[in-house]
């Protein structure tokens, strides 16, 4: 029972919107009516400028640091195979719910930074690497996307070929299966990307003004 309502818990923390309380808190609209109307950070960022994006980017990683977080208040016994799996099992608890929002009518982001946050925690050093996988391709390319993409590719390669070459590491099927089905999720949550990419539609990176505090309040009432 207690899996069960850590699970919960981690669903209801992955629902909390934060693009959309700070968009509403602050300039009084829903960002999903704005730029690509996706709740998630990239887009914050298009509308409301590079705090705002930031920010959501953040809070949206502290999301999945805490879900993954919840496995302390188990009674899984750290080193063995259920921690590392329930731990994987109540991080995708959350992505669920940033995807799928029960407090915003299951309308969510790409979970781009709580997926992070749970890398962050579950394999710190390959997270490292993969950020600066995406770095590389962002300054090459200013497609916040395409580096997203890119950079969760090379993650199962890290973990399930480079790691053990290089290292002699090798990790435990675990959590090999879950670097392939993360960089799974990532390609499907981001198709119309995909799309936009192909068609030369995707917006690039730049620091510019943002869209939505430029117009006053009482135009979205």
């Known amino acids: 029972m207690i ?10 923390i ?24 996706n709740p998630g950070a990239n887009n914050a960022q298009r509308v409301f ?12 990683g502290l999301k999945g640091v805490a879900s993954v977080s919840l496995i302390h208040f188990s009674a899984a016994i750290p080193g063995t195979e259920w921690y590392e799996g329930f731990r994987i099992i109540l991080g995708m608890t959350a992505v ?34 993969c950020f600066g996988v995406f770095l590389f391709f962002f300054f090459c390319t200013r497609y916040v996307s395409l ?30 299966i879950f670097s392939i089905v993360i960089a799974a999720i990532l390609w499907l949550t981001h198709l119309s990307n995909l799309k936009r990419l192909i068609q030369g539609k995707e917006e690039k990176f730049f620091f510019k003004k943002p869209v939505a505090p430029l117009i006053s309040y009482k135009s979205f009432r």
């Open 96 to 129: 669920l719910g940033h995807i799928f929002p029960v407090f915003f009518g299951f309308s969510g982001g790409k979970g781009v930074a709580t997926i992070v946050g749970i890398l962050c925690v579950l394999h710190p050093w390959t997270a490292l690497i």
């Open 49 to 60: 400028g590079w705090k705002m994006g930031l920010s959501v980017f953040l809070l949206d």
């Open 3 to 12: 899996y069960l309502v850590l699970m919960l818990v981690a669903y209801l």
């Open 14 to 37: 992955g629902s909390v919107c934060t693009a959309v309380i700070l968009s509403r808190v602050f300039y009084g609209v829903d960002i999903r009516q704005y730029g690509s109307r």
């Open 147 to 176: 580096s997203v993409l890119l950079a969760v590719t090379f993650y199962p390669i890290f973990i399930n070929v480079l790691f053990e070459l290089l290292l002699g590491h090798k990790e435990t099927l675990t959590i090999q």
